[in-house]
C-alpha cells in the first residue's frame, strides 16, 4: 500500500510540476516563428544531439524523441524543446525531458556553450553513469535545472552552488550519486532563490540534519527521499514559512517531529515514511495539525506514534485527501468521522494491530478511493451503507482485518475497483448461525459469487487464504480485460479451473495453490502471454505433463506440485521451451520414465547467474507477487520473488536413469532437490560447478559411487542431504562439509568418515585448500548486505511486511529503471501499452 501512496502522490505532484513548467514557458511565446536561431545556437544544438543515440529504453516515463525534428538549416527556435529569446535568438529554453537520448554526457559537450539557458530540462534519459559535469556551473543564468532519473553518477560538483539564480533544482533518482557535505553548505549558502529542491537518491549521509535548515527560506518543495540522512530531525523548520511539500521519506532521522512544525501553515504535502526511529510526541500531534489548515496529504509511514490518542486525528485538516499512517503503533480506537472529511481520497492504516474502531454507518457521499486497512482490529462491515456508497472506490485491501460482515454479491456493486484484497480472513466458511436459518441455500454464502465479474477494471483480486469452497465461477478466466493478479489460494475451492482465458489478457501473477481443483490444465493457459507466475500447487489436478506450458514467454516460475500429475516426462517438443523460468517445481506428483534431461540444454534463465538482482516486479506493494515452494526443507511463501533464485524440484516422483552432466550448467540454481526417485548412478562431478546452490537434496535414490569432493566448493551450501542412497567411500571434508551432520549421509552402508561414526581406515580423504575458492563477495541470499531478504512467511497472513520489499527494490542500486516501479494504475497501463507495442513492433501513443 506504501507504494500505491507514493505513486499517487508522485502522479499528483508530477502534475503539479508540469503545469507549472509549462505556464511558466507558456507565458513567454519564446518561439515566434519571427525570430531565427543564432547560428552558433543552432550548431551547438546539433552537435550536442549527434553526441547522442536514440534508444528506447533510455525513457522511461514518456517518451517523446524530440532531437528528432532537429534538421540543420531550420529554426532551431522551432525545435522541439528549443525556446529562444525573441530578441536575440539565443536559446533560452532547453526541454528534452523523455527523449530517449542515450550516451555520455561529456565536459567538453557543446550543451555548455549555451550560456544563455535559463532553463534546462534532461530528465529521464540514459546518460550511462556520465558524472555531472562541473560545466554546469557556467550557465549561470540557469533558474530551472533538472537532471532527475537520467543515470547520472559521481559526485554532484560544487560547481552546482554557482548557480545563485536557481530557483528549482532537481537531481533526484539517478545513478546514487553523492553530495559532500562541503558542497551542500556551498549550494544552501549560494543559492538564495531556490524554491524547489529534489535530491531523492543523492547519497549525502555526511550532510547533518541540521544543516538543511541552511537552506533558502523561500523553498517551497523540498524531496529529499532516500538521501541516507541520519542524525536528529532538524531542530526546527521555522523558518521555511513558505513550505509547502516536504519529503525525507527513506532517511534514518531519530528524535521527534518538533512543535514548531506547526507554524509551517502553508504546508500541503507531508511523507515521512521509513523513519524507523523518528516519532511523534503524543501532545505535540493535535496542536501540530491544527494550525496546517491547507494540508492534503499526510504520510508518516512507520513513524512511530504509539502514544498518539488516535482520537486526535480528529482534528486534521478538512482539505485532507491522503492520510497513510501504517505501521505507526497507534492503538485505540479509531475517530470514524474521520471518513467524513469531506475531500479523503486515500486512507491507509495497515499495520497498526492495536487499533480498533468501526465506520459511520452513514450513507452520506462520499470520495474515497483507498481504503486499506489491513492487519488492524477495526470493525469492517462491507454489508453496510457507508460500504455499499463507496461508489469511487478504487483500491480495497483488507488482508488479515476484522471483517465483520461481507457479501461479495454487494462488493460486485463497487465497479470501479482495480484492486480488491480480502486475503486471510474467514471468508466463505463460516455462516453466522443466525443467518444459517434465513439463507435458503446456504453452502451459496461459501462461494465466490459470480458478480464478482462484474469488476471490470479490477487489475488486482486477491482471496487467499479464506474459506471459500464451492466451485470456481467461470468467469473469472475472462471478466476483465486488466487484470493481472489473482490470487486463490489456499481455499476449499473445488471443480476445474475455469478454462476461459482469452487471448490478449493481460494475466501476470495465477496462484490457485492450495485447493481441491479437479480435472486437467486448461491449454488456453497459452493465451496468457504474460503470464510470469503460476501456481498450481497442492491440488487434485489429473493430467499429464503439460508441454504447452513451454511456449509461455514470460513465465518465470512454475509450481505444480503435489497433484496427481502422470506419465513420462519427455523433454522439450519447442525449440525454445522456458526460456524464462527460474522455479520448477514438479515434486509430488506420479510423474515417472527417464529423467528429463532435455530440458537441461535449454533453460535459458536457470543458467544465468543473476548478479545484478532484478526483483521481480510487483504490482501493489503489501501484496505482491507471493508463491508456496519447499525452501531448505520448509513449505514457505516468498512474498517477494529475486529473479536470482534459481529451484528445480523434481522430488517425491518416480524419475529413472542418471542425474545429467549438464545440471552442471545452471549456475543460477540455488536450491535442487531429486529426492526419493529412482535415480540411478553417479552424482555428476558437474554438480560442483553450481556455486550458488544453498540446498542440494538427493536423498532417496539409487546413486552409488563417491561424493564428488568438488561439492565441498559450493559456498553457500547449507543444506545438504545424500541419505537412503548406495553412495560409498569417504565423505569430503572441507569448510562447508564440517558443517552437515550425519543425518545428510545415513543410509548409505559404504560411506566412511566426518560426520558418521564409521571411520575409513585406509587413506583419509584429501581436505580442500580453501584459499583459492570462489568466496562469493556477491549477495548471499539470506545476508545482511544491501540486498533484499525475502520475507519468508508461513501462510502469507498475519504481520507481513510486504513494505519490506517495497524498501529494498526502492533502496536498490540497480538498474535505475527498475526504481520507476511506481505502481499506480496509470503506470501500469503505460508500461503495459509501451510493452505490448514492443511485442507488436508498433508505437502506440
Ligand atoms: C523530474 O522532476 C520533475 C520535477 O522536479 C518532475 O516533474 C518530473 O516528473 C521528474 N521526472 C521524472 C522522470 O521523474
Ligand atoms: C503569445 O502569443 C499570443 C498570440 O500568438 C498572444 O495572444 C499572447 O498575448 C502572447 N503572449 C505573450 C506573453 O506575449
Ligand atoms: C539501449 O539502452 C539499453 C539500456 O538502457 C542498453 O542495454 C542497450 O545496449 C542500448 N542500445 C544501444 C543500441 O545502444
Ligand atoms: C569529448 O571528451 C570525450 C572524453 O574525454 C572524448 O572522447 C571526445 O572525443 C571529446 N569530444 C570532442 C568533440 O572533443
Ligand atoms: C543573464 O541574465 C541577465 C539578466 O537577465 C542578462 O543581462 C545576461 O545577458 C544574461 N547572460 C547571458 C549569458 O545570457
Ligand atoms: C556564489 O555565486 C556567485 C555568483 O552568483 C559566485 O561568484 C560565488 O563564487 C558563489 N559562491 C560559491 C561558494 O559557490
Ligand atoms: C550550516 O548549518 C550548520 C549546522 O548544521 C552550521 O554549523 C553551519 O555554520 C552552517 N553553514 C553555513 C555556511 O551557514
Ligand atoms: C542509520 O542508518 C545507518 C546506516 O544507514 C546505520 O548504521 C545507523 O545505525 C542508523 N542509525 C540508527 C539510529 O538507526
Ligand atoms: C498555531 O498558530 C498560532 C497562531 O499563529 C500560533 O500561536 C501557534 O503557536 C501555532 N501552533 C504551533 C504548534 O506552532
Ligand atoms: C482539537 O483541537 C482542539 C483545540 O482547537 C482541542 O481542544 C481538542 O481537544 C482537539 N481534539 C482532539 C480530538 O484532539
Ligand atoms: C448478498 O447480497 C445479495 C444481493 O443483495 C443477496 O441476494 C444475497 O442474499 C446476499 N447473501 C447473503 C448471504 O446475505
Ligand atoms: C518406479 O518406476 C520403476 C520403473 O519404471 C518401477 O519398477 C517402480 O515400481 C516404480 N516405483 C514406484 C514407487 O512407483
Known amino acids: ?147 532527475n532519473f537520467s543515470r547520472f553518477a559521481g559526485q554532484v560538483p560544487s560547481e552546482i552552488s554557482l548557480l545563485s539564480k536557481l530557483v528549482s533544482l532537481d537531481l533526484s533518482e539517478n545513478d546514487n550519486p553523492s553530495l559532500e557535505p562541503i558542497s551542500f553548505d556551498k549550494l544552501a549558502q549560494n543559492l538564495t532563490q531556490l524554491r524547489e529542491l529534489g535530491l531523492s537518491m543523492v547519497h549525502m549521509s555526511l550532510v547533518a540534519p541540521d544543516s538543511l535548515m541552511n537552506l533558502s527560506s523561500s523553498l517551497s518543495t523540498l524531496i529529499l527521499t532516500s538521501c541516507g540522512l541520519q542524525g536528529k530531525f532538524p531542530s526546527s523548520f ?85 492520510l497513510a499512517l501504517w505501521g505507526c503503533g497507534l492503538q485505540g480506537k479509531f475517530p470514524g468521522d474521520i471518513f467524513l472529511l469531506p475531500n479523503l481520497q486515500v486512507l491507509d492504516l495497515t499495520y497498526n494491530d492495536r487499533l480498533t474502531g468501526s465506520f459511520p454507518s452513514s450513507n452520506a457521499s462520499n470520495g474515497l478511493r483507498s481504503l486499506a486497512l489491513s492487519s488492524t482490529r477495526i470493525s469492517v462491515d ?37 484492486r480488491l484484497d480480502l486475503a486471510c480472513n474467514k471468508l466463505g466458511g463460516q455462516i453466522p448461525s443466525s443467518l444459517k436459518a434465513l439463507a435458503s441455500n446456504s453452502k451459496l454464502t461459501g462461494e465466490i459469487p459470480s458478480s464478482i465479474c462484474k469488476l471490470k477494471f479490477l487489475l488486482v483480486l486477491d482471496l487467499s487464504n479464506n474459506s471459500f469452497g464451492g466451485f470456481v465461477p467461470q468467469c473469472l478466466g475472462n471478466f476483465s480485460n486488466s487484470l493481472s493478479h489473482l490470487n486463490l489460494g489456499m481455499n476449499n475451492l473445488q471443480g476445474t479451473i475455469f478454462s476461459k482465458f482469452p487471448k490478449g489478457n493481460n494475466l501476470v501473477y495465477l496462484n490457485l495453490n492450495g485447493n481441491e481443483l479437479e480435472g486437467k490444465i486448461p491449454s488456453s493457459i497459452i493465451n496468457c502471454a504474460n503470464l510470469e507466475i503460476l501456481d498450481l500447487g497442492n491440488n487434485k489436478i489429473e493430467d499429464t505433463f503439460p508441454y504447452f506450458l513451454e511456449t509461455l514467454p514470460e513465465l518465470h516460475v512454475l509450481v505444480l506440485r503435489s497433484n496427481k500429475l502422470q506419465g513420462f516426462v519427455n523433454g522439450p517438443t519447442t525449440n525454445d521451451p522456458f526460456p524464462k523460468l527460474r522455479i520448477f517445481d514438479i515434486s509430488s506428483n506420479n510423474l515417472s520414465g527417464p529423467f528429463p ?157 566426518f560426520p558418521l561414526p564409521k571411520d575409513c581406515n585406509s587413506s583419509k580423504a584429501p581436505t580442500l585448500q580453501p584459499s583459492n ?73
Open 1 to 147: 500500500m506504501g507504494f500505491y501512496l507514493l505513486s499517487l502522490s508522485q502522479f499528483l505532484s508530477s502534475i503539479l510540476f508540469l503545469f507549472h513548467f509549462q505556464t511558466t514557458i507558456s507565458s513567454s511565446n519564446y518561439s515566434s516563428p519571427s525570430h531565427s536561431c543564432a547560428h552558433d545556437q543552432s550548431l551547438s544544438l546539433l552537435q550536442f544531439k549527434a553526441s547522442f543515440s536514440i534508444n528506447s529504453s533510455a525513457s522511461g516515463y514518456c517518451q517523446h524523441p524530440k532531437t528528432e525534428s532537429w534538421k540543420e538549416g531550420t529554426d532551431c527556435c522551432l525545435w522541439d524543446g528549443v525556446t529562444c529569446e525573441m530578441k536575440t535568438g539565443v536559446v533560452t529554453g532547453l526541454n528534452l525531458a523523455c527523449s530517449l537520448l542515450y550516451g555520455t554526457l561529456h565536459s567538453n559537450s557543446t550543451l555548455f556553450s549555451l550560456r544563455h539557458l535559463r532553463e534546462l530540462d534532461l530528465s529521464d534519459n540514459d546518460f550511462i553513469s556520465s558524472h555531472i559535469s562541473p560545466q554546469f556551473g557556467q550557465l549561470s543564468n540557469l533558474t530551472h535545472l533538472r537532471l
Open 238 to 322: 521555522r523558518k521555511f514559512k513558505h513550505l509547502q511539500h516536504l519529503n525525507l521519506k527513506f532517511n534514518n532521522l531519530t528524535g521527534s517531529i518538533p512543535y514548531e512544525f506547526g507554524q509551517l501553515n502553508e504546508l500541503v504535502s507531508i511523507d515521512l515514511c521509513f523513519n524507523a526511529y523518528l516519532r511523534v510526541e503524543p501532545n505535540s500531534f493535535d496542536k501540530i495539525v491544527q494550525n496546517l489548515t491547507k494540508l492534503r496529504e499526510l504520510r508518516l509511514g512507520y513513524v512511530n506514534m504509539d502514544l498518539v490518542i488516535p482520537n486526535s486525528l480528529a482534528n486534521l485538516s478538512s482539505s485532507l485527501s491522503i
Open 382 to 418: 462491507l454489508e453496510n451503507d457507508f460500504f455499499t456508497n463507496l461508489k469511487l472506490l478504487e483500491v480495497l485491501v483488507l488482508k488479515d482485518s476484522n471483517i465483520l460482515r461481507s457479501n461479495l454479491t454487494l462488493i460486485g456493486h463497487l465497479t470501479q475497483l482495480i
Open 597 to 753: 534431461t532435455e530440458y537441461f540444454y535449454s533453460l535459458a534463465a536457470l543458467m544465468a547467474y543473476d548478479q545484478n538482482t532484478v526483483y521481480m516486479e510487483s504490482i501493489y506493494a503489501t501484496s505482491p507477487y507471493s508463491i508456496r515452494v519447499t525452501w531448505k526443507g520448509f513449505e514457505t511463501e516468498f512474498e517477494k520473488i529475486q529473479s536470482a533464485l534459481g529451484i528445480l524440484d523434481f522430488s517425491n516422483n518416480n524419475f529413472t536413469g542418471e542425474i545429467p552432466k549438464l545440471i552442471g550448467k545452471l549456475n543460477g540454481l540455488r536450491q535442487l532437490n531429486l529426492s526419493h526417485n529412482s535415480l540411478r548412478g553417479q552424482i555428476p562431478l558437474s554438480l560442483g560447478k553450481l556455486f550458488n546452490l544453498e540446498s542440494l537434496d538427493l536423498s532417496s535414490n539409487l546413486l552409488t559411487g563417491r561424493i564428488p569432493q568438488q561439492l565441498a566448493f559450493i559456498t553457500f551450501l547449507a543444506v545438504l542431504n545424500l541419505s537412503h542412497n548406495q553412495l560409498e567411500g569417504a565423505i569430503p571434508s572441507g569448510k562447508q562439509f564440517n558443517t552437515f551432520n550425519a543425518s545428510s549421509f545415513e543410509g548409505n552402508l559404504g560411506l566412511c568418515g
Open 773 to 845: 575458492f570462489h568466496d562469493g563477495d556477491d549477495l548471499t541470499f539470506f545476508g545482511d548486505g544491501f540486498g533484499w531478504k525475502p520475507v519468508a512467511i508461513g501462510y502469507g497472513c498475519g504481520f507481513v511486511f510486504g513494505v519490506t520489499g517495497g524498501y529494498v527494490v526502492f533502496r536498490a542500486r540497480k538498474p535505475a529503471w527498475f526504481l520507476r516501479l511506481v505502481e499506480d494504475k496509470w503506470n501500469l497501463k503505460a508500461r503495459r501499452t509501451k510493452k505490448n507495442a514492443r511485442r507488436n513492433g508498433v508505437r502506440r501513443n
